[in-house]
């Protein structure tokens, strides 16, 4: 018996083929159309829909990549199920290189959206509605904000049975347990009964090779875990999950001109100098302190920092040396596997 189509867009997908549908969002100022690409891969059998999104905030360019690549590889011809593929959902915000829409909003805390609202509201009912509401798993992908970067780490409500599973197989070392913001897609999602991933790697602005390769691979991982895809010929390396027990800013004691010491993936222990901040018109200077025992998972660029503001992130772990063999482990195996190029 042959599998339906599914419709989207006003357009029909055949099983067994793809599709880019252009979903019509709200016109910029100069009202000559805008849409909302989606890559739609429906296969010949029965599975699960899953949804990739990237570019919910609009400068962050390792999704945009990771989801290039994966549109374009073959195995996708022997897909299950559908895979909805969306490497830009706020096309606003990408056009002008910023996290945020036009009106300063964030889209991340106007889903599900709705019809008649803001911007925002809109140009969320759009993406849930037509793409979200059709899946029963999705990956969100994204970066750190501007001149921040974060080590790629996956989080997610592991109390959920399914998405602990989801992130074992994406294979990434690190997972945050965290509930979502109100208003974020993954929350929408839950509330939806859908089970969302959320990947975290890299900083806004930047292709990052390293973790547009992790992020690769987790994705291709994950349509095998669910067998939406079929395993490959040598089974994939995985590093023990480490799932943080605790986390926190290190933030700035004073402003001035920061050095860091310790570095990103780094574990460092409670009381540890993590760099200094000095006065760039004296001899004064302040030291970073870790708060607490813990790793490294996101750092700033910036050299010029005001009192207050959060220069890292540290996540505690109750391994933290197998939480530091996993990382380190990981970084040699995502570069070396040729599937994730």
């Known amino acids: 018996m042959t599998r339906a189509s599914v419709k989207m867009g006003g357009q029909t997908v055949a099983a067994g083929t793809s599709k880019t549908i252009l979903l019509p969002v709200p016109d910029t100022s100069l009202r000559q159309g805008s849409v909302m690409p989606v890559h739609l891969f429906h296969g010949r059998r029965e599975g699960p ?10 400068d962050e360019l390792n999704g945009i990549e990771i989801i290039r690549r994966l549109t374009r590889l073959k195995r996708l011809k ?57 899946c029963g798993y999705g990956i969100d992908l994204h970066t750190a904000s501007n001149h921040r970067k974060n080590l790629p780490h996956i989080r997610g409500d592991m ?31 839950m509330e939806s009964g859908i089970k969302v991933l959320l990947f975290e790697a890299g900083e806004a602005l930047r292709f990052d090779e390293f973790s547009i390769r992790a992020g690769l691979r987790g994705i291709t991982s994950v349509l095998e875990s669910l067998n939406m895809l079929p395993a ?28 860091a010491t310790a570095r990103l993936g780094q574990h460092v222990r409670k009381g540890e100098v993590l760099g200094a901040i000095h006065d760039p018109f004296g001899s004064r200077s302040a030291d970073l302190v870790a708060p607490k025992d813990g790793m490294i998972i996101g750092d700033q660029s910036l050299g010029a920092v005001y009192k207050g503001d959060a220069i890292m ?22 570069m070396d596997d040729r599937r994730a190029r």
């Open 78 to 134: 022997q897909l299950a199920g559908t895979l909805y593929a969306i490497p830009i959902v706020n096309v606003y915000g990408f056009l002008a290189n910023t996290r945020y829409l036009p009106d300063r909003r964030d889209l991340n805390r106007f889903f599900p959206g709705k019809e008649g609202g803001s911007l925002a509201s809109e140009l969320a009912s759009v993406f849930f509605e037509n793409v979200v509401r059709r």
């Open 232 to 259: 490959g010929k040598r089974p994939r390396k995985r590093v023990p999950l480490q799932i943080a027990t605790d986390r926190a800013w290190c933030r700035a004691p004073a402003s001035g001109l920061f050095r």
């Open 159 to 189: 109390a959920d049975a399914e998405v602990l599973s989801m992130t074992e197989a994406f294979g990434a070392p690190l997972a945050l347990d965290m509930a979502p913001m109100e208003g974020s897609l993954r929350a929408a999602a």
């Open 49 to 58: 829909s899953l949804f990739v999104c990237a570019a919910i905030h609009g």
């Open 313 to 334: 992130h540290v996540a505690s772990f109750d391994a933290p040396r197998q939480a530091q063999a996993s990382v380190d482990e990981y970084s040699e195996m995502v």
